[in-house]
């Protein structure tokens, strides 16, 4: 178990990685990579079970799907800051011949990815399949997956939201990283999700909402609740308000830094916004 | 000449089934997955006799495929099962992504494959799909030709480790390979030997190539027959042992000319040992309703079309 100042550093390591990253190939997605950085750090350092000796099958072990693959800059560092490989290899992001392709993908044998994702709309459905087999194994280890809110335009989403409550798939808990914002714009603006609590709850759902998604505290108490509230019957439904671009001012709130990278002079800010805490790789 | 004797008309749908079902009670591993159409995929006894590792998914086919993805994460053997046309085109992307590229052991099972499916029509009829899975880096794509073969094709793909698109069909059909026999992916099957022409033919055509060299004999042409049950990987070595022999070719399918076997038969002898070849198989149509023999003789995948293209394809020697 971790202090939350120890969460806290890892976050602002993480941030600083992600903004790295993405400056040094001037390309990925900054935006959301930032906003879901509290929630990522605190499952891999605070609540998953889970072994950086990486085994595909994860029998025993709780397990992470990203199904919004495109911040995979965020997945990669709290990946190599739990060990799962050197963290040096973050200079290798987007670059030829990688194991950190520009999405997640297993194709490369990255330890820690188990699906490939980027499609959007496809993690839910990968994630009820390895709750299922949990089941199969009598291994009582929970199921986590990420979305973002505008992923939830693809209808597959809603396939597998009817699947997982009429099927009882209790061990999973799936978290929607509620920023408001796609690349076109505020979600509002492109298309509108309607009451996202109602939804899931008249799809059968158990839902929770974390207001404050940058929060450490509030993400870790949460996350926490989530887990009391599995196993009873029905999945479980997070709604993370995150902000897009949190803990660097510029790009905070707005859909501009979904895929831009910073140039030189603005990396020189964020990373001053975030002073080094476990040493940069 | 061999002679090849109908046990019974049979649809390899029935096969799958079976062979699911023998799947079930010996490999543990093994789950099947379906979306609304256990009774025409013929998953009931599956179904029935192992209800804790078969899911129904009502008619949400890309969410299958994800849950199938899913499941191998824990070392399940997921089979799916709908129709061809649901299990391919309609999917593509589901199966690209969380399948082919994350190389998930899930096995894709598709009944009423082709024109045969029949009256419902080219909305249900797809003429594309061996063409959509062979693309795919990965995909190992097979179309079993009758009962025997296809049951024999379930029990086998479990133990390969990989995507797998089993392609079979609807309407009952000549049964004459073995009981039980064996199958071995990615191995031709040779059926008769010849030496003025080669057929090779999938699925349901084998059994009209068959009928084709008997009635090509009658006119004194020797046919070479046989079946490639496995496109890809594709048999290479026993196609171009035999156009060596032959020096010409029919490939005949029920599928579009266009990214069927008798394309990859065509690059491979374009590579290799360049062939007069002729297809049997749609002329980039959708088809259309009727009854299964119908269907194959507005459209040329039969016996006597085989025949024809094979007495064309001799002459351009």
Redesign the interface.
């Known amino acids: 178990m971790a202090d939350i100042q120890q969460l806290k550093d890892i976050v602002t390591q993480v941030r600083r990685d992600i903004v790295r990253q993405v400056h040094a190939v001037n390309s990925g997605h900054p935006g959301g990579s930032l906003g879901c950085a509290e929630f990522i750090v605190t499952l891999y350092n605070e609540i998953m079970d889970h072994n950086p000796d990486f085994s595909m099958d994860g029998v025993n072990e709780d397990l992470f799907f990203l199904s919004n693959g495109h911040i995979s800059p965020v997945y990669y560092s709290v990946l190599a800051r739990a060990g799962y490989f050197p963290v040096e290899e973050l200079n290798t992001f987007r670059k030829l011949n990688t194991r950190l392709q520009g999405h997640p993908t297993t194709h490369e044998g990255l330890p820690g990815i188990r699906i490939a994702s980027g499609s959007l709309g496809q993690g839910m459905s990968v994630a009820i399949g390895a709750a299922l087999a949990k089941k199969l194994n009598n291994d009582d280890k929970t199921v986590f997956s990420l979305h973002g809110d505008g992923e939830l335009q693809e209808g597959q989403i809603w396939e597998a939201a009817m699947y997982a409550s009429a099927n009882h798939v209790d061990n999973l808990i799936a978290t929607i990283d509620v920023n408001g914002q796609q690349i076109d714009g505020s979600t509002d603006a492109v298309l509108s999700l309607g009451d996202l609590k109602n939804k899931f709850e008249a799809f059968g759902w158990e839902v929770l909402t974390i207001e404050k998604g940058n929060d450490i505290e509030a993400v870790v108490n949460g996350v926490r609740e989530a887990i009391s509230l599995s196993r009873k019957r029905k999945p479980i439904c997070i709604l993370l308000h995150t902000e897009m671009g949190n803990g660097v001012d510029f790009m905070m709130g707005s859909h501009k830094w979904h895929g831009v990278a910073p140039n030189d002079e603005q990396l020189e800010s964020a990373l001053a916004q975030n002073p080094e805490t476990l040493g940069d790789y | 000449m061999k002679v090849y004797e109908n046990t019974g008309n049979k649809d390899t749908r029935s096969g799958f089934g079976a062979g699911l079902t023998e799947l079930g009670n010996i490999n543990e591993n093994v789950?099947a997955l379906c979306a609304d159409l256990t009774g025409s995929l013929k998953m009931n006894e599956f179904a029935n006799q192992h209800p804790?590792?078969f899911?129904q998914?009502?008619i949400?086919e890309?969410?299958?495929?994800?849950?199938?993805?899913?499941?191998?994460?824990?070392?399940?053997i997921?089979f799916t099962g709908t129709f061809a046309n649901f299990s391919t085109g309609r999917v593509y992307?589901?199966i690209?992504?969380?399948i082919a590229?994350?190389?998930?052991n899930v096995k894709i099972c598709a009944s009423h494959s082709g024109l045969t499916l029949g009256e419902d029509g080219a909305t249900h009829q797809i003429l594309e799909d061996i063409g959509l899975m062979k693309m795919l880096p990965g995909m190992t794509v097979i179309n079993t030709c009758d009962y025997n073969q296809t049951k024999a094709a379930t029990i086998a793909i479990a133990d390969h480790h990989g995507p797998v698109y089993l392609r079979f069909g609807r309407p009952k059909v000549a049964n004459f390979t073995p009981e039980n026999g064996s199958f071995e992916i990615g191995k031709a099957v040779h059926l008769q030997d010849g030496k003025d022409v080669t057929i090779v033919a999938t699925g349901h055509l084998v059994w009209e190539a068959l009928e084709a060299a008997k009635e090509l004999n009658e006119k004194g042409i020797s046919a070479e027959v046989i079946n490639i049950h496995t496109i890809k990987p594709l048999d290479e070595k026993a196609i171009l042992d035999s156009v060596k022999k032959t020096g010409c070719i029919v490939t005949a399918e029920e599928h579009n000319y266009l990214g069927g076997l008798g394309e990859s038969v065509a690059r491979t002898l374009a590579q290799h040992h360049p062939t007069p070849q002729e297809f049997v198989a749609t002329q980039d149509t959708f088809g259309e309703s009727g009854t299964p023999a119908q269907l194959l003789e507005k459209y040329g995948l039969n016996a006597a079309n085989i025949a024809a293209k094979a007495q064309q394809v001799i002459k351009r020697k």
């Open positions: 789950v804790d590792r899911y998914v009502g949400a890309a969410n299958m495929m994800g849950i199938a993805a899913g499941l191998t994460i824990g070392g399940k997921p992307d589901q690209r992504q969380s590229y994350s190389d998930k």
